[in-house]
T-cell receptor
């Protein structure tokens, strides 16, 4: 089944404790992206990637890092999480031919 | 820079009534336009997309949208809604650069269908 998977789905952590949210897609898509969803703000793009080793900042990159060492994986790294990063995070992927993005199920992160 | 404005944060409507969810965008370059739906506690699912060609686009679940370049709008419509259409709807614009797919979403419209 074609899908985007994220882990973990739920995470509660404390300020300053480094964490990684994994994202993997099995559709051989070139493009991958990370978004955060906050009430009233919709989804805002954090980082995106065209292919392996090619990434760029989205609208809200501060406090986040990404890497794209393999085509299928695009982990999101929070080196020192803060409470304002409490949010619902989505990973997405798309191909060069279809343009629309396919979304993972989301990761709900709470930073206390 | 590109931006998307969804003019209504909530739209209450009775079952079997028609509905229109409004979306306006701004961009200095040509864009691709999308509507996504998010059911409670789920991820986003594509409803429909406009890439080029006919300005009236039909999607899943009986939804359609019309691209209006002069008014920079991409409003979503359905002639008769069902209870199961209750969800949050997001309009989005996309453009590509050397690094990938830059997607900008509106703030979302919560459609509440009442019996």
């Amino acid at each position: 089944e074609a899908q985007v998977t994220q882990n973990p789905r739920y995470l509660i952590t404390v300020t300053g404790k480094k964490l990684t949210v994994t994202c993997s897609q099995n559709m051989n898509h070139e493009y991958m992206s990370w978004y955060r969803q906050d009430p009233g703000l919709g989804l805002r793009q954090i980082y995106y990637s065209m292919n392996v080793e090619v990434t760029d900042k989205g609208d809200v990159p501060e406090g986040y890092k990404v890497s794209r060492k393999e085509k299928r994986n695009f982990p999101l790294i929070l080196e020192s999480p803060s409470p304002n990063q409490t949010s619902l995070y989505f990973c997405a992927s798309s191909s060069t031919r279809q343009y629309e993005q396919y979304f993972g199920p989301g990761t709900r992160l709470t930073v206390t | 820079a590109q931006s998307v404005t969804q003019l209504d944060s909530q739209v209450p409507v009775f079952e079997e009534a028609p509905v229109e969810l409004r979306c306006n965008y701004s961009s200095s370059v040509s864009v691709y336009l999308f509507w996504y739906v998010q059911y409670p506690n789920q991820g986003l699912q594509l409803l429909l997309k406009y890439l080029s060609g006919s300005t009236l686009v039909k999607g899943i679940n009986g939804f359609e949208a019309e691209f209006n370049k002069s008014q920079t709008s991409f409003h979503l419509r359905k002639p008769s809604v069902h209870i199961s259409d209750t969800a949050e709807y997001f309009c989005a614009v996309s453009r590509f650069n050397n690094a990938g797919n830059m997607l900008t979403f509106g703030g979302g419209t919560r459609l509440m269908v009442k019996p």
